[in-house]
């Protein structure tokens, strides 16, 4: 679940249930649950996408999208953001877990992708015309990244006419501030030619918690031979590039790190990629 749907549902709609007749009661429900919060005041909430949800009889999934002003203290600010709720003919819930597959229904839906999502901007390996196309989510400095991540890429930079990745940004702060960084140096790098130094960035050894900028640029040149300066990688061009890659992943419900897709599909296991390597 998205930290701020999570922030919001403390009061509002976390674990609650509710009857359901249409596209305008799951509106409605929304409403008057976020209205329960003196904090948010609501611009516009509406249905994105209706999805089915495969092995699961009666229920839909609604990707919401809202317009909210939201007041903490003495500061506002408008945040749009899009999530998940399930709904039956007679139910609404914000949560929903099959027993049988063992896992949250969440996990299992995909909106649908962009139509600019296999952008040339993006390509990191491979070939555009390559056979298969892997799109990664990912934050150089979460373990489960370093375990996958580099092999995907090195599938891609060996089998060019098998795979292309493409590469889509998403620190997570709250967890790994030095990723900011970091992915800034990785989107400098990579406009310059330096895929290797994207690559290095899953292998640095550098303190996640760590937020002087400084500090980690003198790392990353350490360790990496790469140097840069804070004004090369904070210019208006990478912050435009990381803001767009955050909107694609809120559009996509990407909230966690790795997230992998595989032709068009959400690849949970990681691993689908080995499948696509041409045997000699």
Known sequence: MSSMWRSLS??????????????????????????????????????????????????????MGLDINLTRGKKMRRIN???????????????????????????????????????????????????HKIIIFSDPLCPFCRMSVPGILKAAKE?????????????????????????????????????????????????????????ILEIVAKKTGYKVTPEQIHQHWIDKRLGLDRITARKLLVTGTPTVFADGKKDVTREKYKKFITKK
């Open 159 to 215: 089998h060019p006419n098998d795979i292309a990745i493409y590469y889509y940004h998403l620190p997570l702060q709250a967890l790994h501030p030095a990723s900011m960084t970091l992915v800034r140096v990785m989107e400098l790098a990579q406009k310059e030619g330096r895929k290797d130094i994207v690559e290095k960035m899953y292998q640095i050894e550098i303190d996640p918690q760590l937020k002087d900028e400084k500090k």
């Open 81 to 131: 953001f899009e999530d998940i709720l399930f709904v039956s003919k007679n139910l609404i819930t914000s949560e929903l877990y099959d027993r049988k597959a063992g896992r949250d229904v969440r996990s299992m839906i995909q909106p649908k992708l962009p139509a600019d999502i296999y952008d040339a901007s993006h390509l990191l390996y491979g070939n555009a015309d390559a056979k």
């Open 10 to 63: 403390v009061i509002a709609i976390t674990g609650s249930l509710a009857f359901a007749g249409g596209d305008s009661d799951v509106i409605d429900y929304v409403k008057k649950r976020l209205g329960r919060n003196p904090n948010v005041k609501i611009n516009s909430i509406k249905v994105e996408e209706k999805l089915p949800i495969a092995g699961i009889k009666g229920w839909s999934a609604y990707v």
